[in-house]
């Protein structure tokens, strides 16, 4: 099962929006509605932002929002802030013999 | 609140064992999934394997199948990982994390044990 491919890196001023794509294929991201979206601080366990495409667990800000078209899920930081500085991973379930797939992460830089 | 504390981590040579735990509280630990995941220096996410409410039900990346084994204890709110044959390859951060079955996700994770394998 090979990881889903997102963009190595992505990068936004303050205020700004970005948008993080995360593309897998129909036996992972097209064919199930199971895709969640983790942010990660250095040396920091990963947490929870976005699950079953676009639903915010209680506690995440309504800045960030999750999207799917195809193959390609999105995840997009609205009003970016010096906080959200962080790596992003992307994860769906899938139908090969392995039931989660984690994406190639995206380190999200606030300029 | 939900709490997960990995620990057993550490130093060991290659082809050794070591045994991982993960200590939850804060919520009712018989009632969920959960999973090992892991990352190596530098890299991304990995998930390892994942062990049903009661055990029953066991899967494994390909990686490790045949080499690692997951098992819990319900009494004692604790999950286990059993790494035999470790390789340097193994070396990594290791997460448990508590799985929703109804939204396929992990919800909350541990803070991490590192395993480095190396001679």
């Known amino acids: 099962q090979s990881a889903l491919t997102q963009p190595a890196s992505v990068s936004g001023s303050p205020g700004q929006s970005i948008t993080i794509s995360c593309t897998g294929t129909?036996?992972?991201?097209?064919?199930?509605?199971?895709v969640s979206w983790y942010q990660q601080h250095p040396g920091k366990a990963p947490k929870l932002m976005i699950y079953?495409?676009?639903n915010r667990p209680s506690g995440v800000s309504n800045r960030f929002s999750g999207s799917k078209s195809g193959n390609t899920a999105s995840l997009t930081i609205s009003g970016l802030q010096a906080e959200d500085e962080a790596d992003y991973y992307c994860s769906s379930y899938t139908s090969s013999s392995t039931p989660w797939v984690f994406g190639t992460g995206t380190k999200v830089t606030v300029l | 609140q939900v709490q997960l504390v990995e620990s057993g981590g550490g130093l060991v040579k290659p082809g050794g064992s070591l045994r991982l735990s993960c200590a939850a509280s804060g919520f009712t630990f018989s009632d969920y999934y959960m999973s090992w995941i892991r990352q190596a220096p530098g890299k991304g996410l990995e998930w390892v394997s994942y062990?049903?409410?009661?055990?029953?039900?066991?899967y494994y990346a390909d990686s490790v199948k045949g080499r690692f084994t997951i098992s819990r204890d319900n009494a004692k709110n604790s999950l286990y990982l059993q790494m035999n044959s470790l390789r340097a390859e193994d070396t990594a951060v290791y997460y448990c994390a508590r799985d929703l079955t109804t939204t396929v996700t992990h919800d909350y994770w541990g803070q991490g044990t590192l395993v480095t394998v190396s001679s």
């Open positions: 079953e495409v676009s």
């Open positions: 062990i049903s409410s009661s055990g029953s039900t066991i």
């Open positions: 129909s036996s992972d991201v097209g064919g199930y509605n199971y």
